[in-house]
Each structure stands twice: as structure tokens, then as C-alpha cells.
């Protein structure tokens, strides 16, 4: 078992914190915002937190304990990856029960492997959620032509009721759907500094009923949707195709999207127009605590 320094996390130490966080993402893939200032101290800073240091004094192992949406306590770590396997995992989930006084708790991981995956499942942890991060190069974008009968328009506050019946209709049969009333899903979309609400569309039948919707800010697709009558048409793939276009032209270089691990046929929906998988990200839980939402992912 290798020996760290171990220490409590301060703000002095976040930069080497972020370096450690991009080594790993360049190793793992994941989520694509991990290494950034917000996501660090986010993650590290909402709560106890302590690092590992090496011999040369580099920081190679971090974890922290956070409140998730004030409901959850959770766990993250970061562990260089030479030092995987060697029982660093070991120490930092002692440390984390430890704060916990034998709580249970949730365990995030934005750039997840099978490594980690068989880590959680050897400390006793459940996968409760998990997502692919998909990238789009925006080399290629195909034109897939407007489904006939449909016509789409922009969030505003007169049509942002009609974006809320599309995502609820789009998604109700879905595992662990939780329904919110129309102010909770507005707020929760709109809660995202970069939400581009002039790029993202809800899609009209010609009785100006919703049948499908996306959502989107820089560099994202947050979330797109069709109704289950409207599945087959083609209507997903332009709400994708258009919003990576309209990206492109707000000058977008890249764009992200996540798709649940238990949803193949929207992965190889996004694999054809373009996306490649560049990483997972999960969350595991302590039998006693399991239960997820989609607020929480």
C-alpha cells in the first residue's frame, strides 16, 4: 500500500486540485466540466475535503463530502490514475464513513470506469445512475428535414408551459421520473447561467400541441424529448441536428450531450448524427439510501 501525505483540503490547494481533476479526465474521459474552477470548488469546497500528497509533494489523491440538493450526503474523489489499485480508495472512503459517524451516503463520480465501478461495488455501493458523455465534433452535421405538420418554437414565457407538457409527456414512462409542476422544471432549466433559451425549440402539431422539445446552452444539449406518438418520425434527430447547427453559428466548436446507460436506442440515435461516446459518469449509493431522481442527475 503506497504512503500519502494526507491533509485537510483548503482553497490554497484547489489549483492543484483542478490539475489532478484534468489528469484524470484525460485518462478516463467523463464529464468534460470536471477540471474547471466552478465544478472544483463546487464539489470540493461545500464540505470537509481532504488531499493526498506524494513524496514530491504533488497532490495525486483528493476527496470531499458535499450535501447534493440538500438531501444527499455525498462522496467524490479524485485519484491519480498510476495510483489505482494500491488502496488509496481504501483510505479515502474510511475517511469519508468516518465523517459520516457510519451513515450512510451517496457516491459521485463524473469520469467513471469499470475500475470504479468494481471499487463502489467492493465497499458495499450500489450504482444507482449512470450516463455515457457524448461529444459532437461539429466536422459533420446532417440535415434531417422537419417532420411534416410540425412547427417549432423558442422558449419564452408564454411557451415555456408547452416546453413543460412535452418534457413530462417525453419522459414519464422513464425509470425514476420524478413529475415536477411547471415552475420547479422552469426553474431547474433556467437555473443554467448558460441556457440559451433563443436556441432551444418545443415542437407543435398542428393543433399546437406539444410533441417534442430541446433544450440547450453553450455547448450543451441539456435534454430532448419526443412524445411517444411522435417517436419514428424523424422529429428527435432534427431537434438534435438544428440545435447543433444553431450552436455552430453562437460559436460553439464542440457540443456535449449525456445519455442514460439505459438507453441504447437514444445512443445510437446520437452515434448516427455524429456524437461519440467520451466517457461515463455515475453515482452510487449505500443499499439503505438508494433512491434517485432526475433532479439529482
Not at 478516463?28 to 474552477?37: R, V
Not at 488502496?87 to 472512503?93: P, Q
Not at 465523517?99 to 450512510?104: A, I, L, N, P
Request: proline share 5%; aromatic share 8%.
Amino acid at each position: 500500500m503506497v504512503q500519502l501525505e494526507w491533509s485537510d483540503l483548503t482553497d490554497a490547494d484547489l489549483a492543484q486540485v483542478q490539475h489532478l481533476a484534468s489528469v484524470c479526465l484525460a485518462a478516463d474521459g467523463g464529464m468534460p466540466t470536471l477540471d474547471s474552477q466552478d465544478s472544483i470548488r463546487r464539489l470540493f469546497r461545500n464540505g470537509p475535503g481532504i488531499i493526498g500528497r506524494d513524496v514530491t509533494g504533488e497532490v495525486v489523491a483528493a476527496a470531499a463530502l458535499f450535501v447534493e440538493n440538500g438531501r444527499h450526503p455525498t462522496a467524490t474523489g479524485l485519484i491519480h490514475p498510476s495510483l489505482r489499485g494500491v488502496g488509496v480508495g481504501e483510505d479515502v472512503t474510511e475517511w469519508a464513513r468516518r465523517q459520516r459517524h457510519g451513515e450512510s451516503m451517496r457516491l459521485l463520480i463524473e469520469n467513471d470506469t469499470p475500475i470504479s465501478e468494481a471499487f463502489a461495488a467492493q465497499i458495499g455501493m450500489i450504482r444507482i445512475f449512470g450516463e455515457h458523455v457524448m461529444r459532437h465534433s461539429l466536422r459533420w452535421v446532417p440535415f434531417v428535414p422537419l417532420a411534416d405538420g410540425v412547427r417549432l418554437e423558442p422558449w419564452t414565457p408564454d411557451t415555456a408551459p408547452l416546453f413543460h407538457r412535452a418534457w413530462a409527456a417525453s419522459f414519464a414512462a422513464r425509470p425514476h421520473f420524478q413529475d415536477m409542476s411547471e415552475e420547479e422544471w422552469r426553474n431547474w432549466v433556467e437555473s443554467e447561467e448558460t441556457f440559451r433559451a433563443e436556441d432551444s425549440r418545443v415542437a407543435l402539431d398542428e393543433d399546437g400541441e406539444p410533441v417534442g422539445f430541446v433544450t440547450v446552452s453553450n455547448d450543451w444539449i441539456d435534454q430532448v424529448g419526443v412524445v411517444p406518438a411522435w417517436r419514428g418520425r424523424g422529429l428527435g434527430a432534427h431537434l438534435v441536428v438544428r440545435s447543433l447547427t444553431a450552436l455552430e453559428h453562437a460559436g460553439s466548436h464542440r457540443v456535449w450531450l449525456t445519455v442514460g446507460e439505459d438507453n441504447p436506442a437514444a445512443q445510437a440515435l446520437y452515434e448516427s448524427l455524429g456524437f461519440k461516446v467520451k466517457g461515463t459518469r455515475a453515482r452510487y449509493a449505500d443499499p439503505t439510501s438508494h433512491r434517485s431522481s432526475p433532479i439529482d442527475q
